[in-house]
């Protein structure tokens, strides 16, 4: 009897129970991909039932045991042109479509909206950078409750491992552009029912695009390994309707807004723990572990010489510039305030009782 836990549905948008082909086509370039692999698959079907049915037919009608005496003869004209004109036919009908299909995906001119695509171990950055919503910014994680799921061993729901706290949100009909780059490693932009995936490799840029063509929720996953958390960095992709869109826009500008925080603030050490215990659940848990033991070859936070050192700089470098060859990775991205929260947090959290208090001015001033 199957346990309610392994009890799954199709998920709209992603994979399907025991789906065995590509997913349902959302961008009208997915559909063409979708043509072509069928064309193709009809192609060589055809190629091989002829070929090896003129073989098997041959072996069967000119057999030894029925008297067959081979034919005694070397080049012959006509058939060095049929099977030369034939096959470069062939080619060429195959060749044309996917040509056009291929140059299609790499135009990604005239976009409505452009996004930057960040990889980083292990989550997704995503800044707005162009058209309605410029100016956004977010780290896009795996949800914790889904976290909790795979590290108890007990999987629930249709989107497991596949739920993030902050999806990418675009408008329908629109051409969007992603552009993608990484910040550690390469990982790779991958939503199959868009049709696109696209290595984001650290120090360059590489671009893709895509018109979704439905509203609703797709999602993908990082397609490249990445590392031991690489399973646990999906993408979700949220298409809404062009007023939807604009209204999600100015929900987050407000947000924004609202969470914009003065680096020259001075944050008492209760509010700083608060803060840096989101900060720290959201970003550093799943390498650190929540209980800041590490594992592996992640070092622990708890009693590290560098967390509880007097001079708060070098665990400053530490999260701004990252170490031991991005094992640890910079967090740049994150603000002063955050990282000022984070550090204060791992000073006076678990054994570690430093009293230290470390405010957004002295990461500012340590970014410069």
Known sequence: MVQASWAVNDLPGGPAVRQLDLHPPATRIAAEQQWLHYMMLYICGAIFVGVFGVMFYAIFKHRKSKGAKPADFHESTTVEIIWTVI???IVIGMALPATKVVVAQKDTTNADLTIKATGYQWKWGYDYLKGEGEGISMLSTLDASQRALSDAG????DNYLLKVDNPLVVPVDRKIRIITTANDVIHSFMVPAFGIKQDAIPGFVRDTWFRAEKVGDYYGQCAELCGKEHAYMPIHVRVLTAEDYAAWVA????????KADDPNKVWTQDDLMARGEKVYAANCA???QPNGKGAGAIKPLDGSPVVLDADVGKQIHVLLNGQNNNLMPAWRQLSDTEI???????KNHWSNKTGQVVQP???MAARK
Request: aromatic fraction near 8%; charge should be neutral.
């Open 154 to 157: 007990t999987p629930q729901g």
């Open 251 to 258: 929900e987050q500008h407000k947000a924004m807004q609202a």
């Open 340 to 346: 000022a929260a984070v550090i204060t947090y791992t």
């Open 87 to 89: 096959p470069f036919i």
């Open 361 to 363: 001015a002295a990461v």
């Open 286 to 288: 799943a390498c650190h």
